[in-house]
């Protein structure tokens, strides 16, 4: 009897522990790109930002349930090229393409989503939206346009619901180009609180 409590704290202290390592990766990358090593590097770079920027959100969206924090140097680049918006567009475009992946592995009905506990309900609630196309885009759009890890488990609901792709691509899209757009437009609020 005493093993059935255990479960539960077991799986909590995996979670804690796994949102700590998540924590501690993005903390490192905002420190190092702190250095001056890396602001040289980012400064050579210039000359690349924009195609740079494309890659950088399609390689670093195309992991599942495997954050890489890329918005503090799509931000970086933002600062210090002539056309931020058009950084914006091209990081959401290889964004939207990037969370692809997700999206192809649920329809491919190897998705393994959590049904119980709270991520359970998130789960259930994302198959609900996902029912009903519009209200689908929008709660997609929303998910998209706030950085966090979870987009990748609305993208796999999305997949294993049948959203159609063209219609997970665009809302994806949308909510990623309105954090690009935030960046751009907040870029010196967001630097004071991020000085690389």
Do not use: C, K
């Not at 998540?22 to 990358?29: E, K, R, T």
């Not at 890890?149 to 899209?173: E, I, K, M, S």
């Amino acid at each position: 009897m005493s093993e059935a409590p255990a479960r539960p704290r077991a799986g909590r202290g995996r979670a804690v522990a796994l949102v700590a390592l998540v924590v501690v990766v993005n903390v490192g990358a905002y420190a190092l790109l702190a250095t001056d090593t890396a602001q040289r590097w980012l400064t050579a770079l210039e000359q690349y930002a924009y195609g740079g920027s494309f890659l950088l959100s399609l390689l670093t969206n195309a992991t599942v349930a495997v954050p890489v924090p890329y918005n503090p140097v799509v931000l970086q680049i933002m600062t210090v090229v002539e056309w931020p918006f058009l950084v914006a567009v091209l990081a959401a475009a290889g964004s939207a393409l990037g969370e692809s992946t997700g999206w192809w592995v649920g329809a491919q009905g190897r998705a393994v989503l959590p049904s119980e506990g709270r991520s359970g309900r998130v789960v259930t609630w994302l198959h609900r939206q996902s029912e009903r196309r519009v209200p689908a885009a929008g709660a997609l759009a929303v998910l998209a346009a706030v950085p966090n890890p979870a987009f990748d488990v609305a993208g796999l609901v999305a997949g294993t619901a049948g959203l159609p792709y063209p219609l997970f691509l665009v809302a994806t899209f949308v909510g990623r180009l309105v954090r690009f757009l935030v960046f751009v437009l907040a870029a010196p609020v967001l630097l004071d609180a991020w000085p690389f």
